[in-house]
T-cell receptor, first 113, second 117 residues
Framework: SQTIHQWPATLVQPVGSPLSLECTVEGTSNPNLYWYRQAAGRGLQLLFYSVGIGQISSEVPQNLSASRPQDRQFILSSKKLLLSDSGFYLC????????????FGPGTRLTVL | AQKVTQAQTEISVVEKEDVTLDCVYETRDTTYYLFWYKQPPSGELVFLIRRNSFDEQNEISGRYSWNFQKSTSSFNFTITASQVVDSAVYFCALSEARYSSASKIIFGSGTRLSIRP
């Protein structure tokens, strides 16, 4: 069976500091990978998606970036965090060719002070 | 353009009551998928169901049931005999069914369901 991991679970960072959130998937190969952000009490905003190693598509211009150095690893980064980057970050994966449902990780709660 | 509307921002019912969460969608695609996800207080989104646009049969899974009506572009979710553990935010979502390497999902804004003991 497939599992998806995210770490850290919670993070408190000062404004202007760098960020690195990691997501890994087990039990599947060549998945599509997604990063979402959810502000407090709000819906889901798709930030980035990837259909393969090194292939990143950005949905919303911002000071965040994503990378996919390995097939089942997806990293969300920032060089300098802003207060507005606070939120709940969710990673998701889906099978490349089967249906379209995405399966989500446990999320990372980021607070920028 | 695709859009999912969940008009009910918050619903609160007493335990054991039945509750229906509404979902209305817009799409120009002739084939598409519809989904429901549950987000409990822990935060992780849990996949509940996928429905193909060409299959309008209603589905029942235990206390959960889904009513898909293409004529009204609705995909409503009913919880029968609600329990406190059903308290969560529920998201309705839509995606295209044709092959697309991106396969993005459009989510509604969610309905926060509170079940009072």
């Amino acid at each position: 069976s497939q599992t998806i991991h995210q770490w850290p679970a919670t993070l408190v960072q000062p404004v202007g500091s760098p960020l690195s959130l990691e997501c890994t998937v087990e039990g599947t190969s060549n998945p599509n990978l997604y990063w979402y952000r959810q502000a407090a009490g709000r819906g889901l905003q798709l930030l980035f998606y990837s259909v393969g190693i090194g292939q990143i598509s950005s949905e919303v211009p911002q000071n965040l970036s994503a990378s996919r150095p390995q097939d089942r690893q997806f990293i969300l980064s920032s060089k300098k965090l802003l207060l507005s980057d606070s939120g709940f970050y969710l990673c998701a994966w889906k099978h490349t060719d089967l249906y379209n449902e995405q399966f989500f990780g446990p999320g990372t709660r980021l607070t920028v002070l | 353009a695709q859009k999912v509307t969940q008009a009910q921002t918050e619903i609160s019912v007493v335990e054991k009551e039945d509750v229906t969460l509404d979902c209305v969608y817009e799409t120009r695609d002739t084939t598409y998928y519809l989904f429901w996800y549950k987000q409990p207080p822990s935060g992780e989104l849990v996949f509940l169901i996928r429905r193909n646009s060409f299959d309008e049969q209603n589905e029942i899974s235990g206390r959960y049931s889904w009513n898909f009506q293409k004529s009204t572009s609705s995909f409503n979710f009913t919880i029968t005999a609600s329990q406190v553990v059903d308290s969560a935010v529920y998201f309705c979502a839509l995606s295209e069914a044709r092959y697309s390497s991106a396969s993005k999902i459009i989510f509604g804004s969610g309905t926060r369901l509170s079940i009072r003991p």
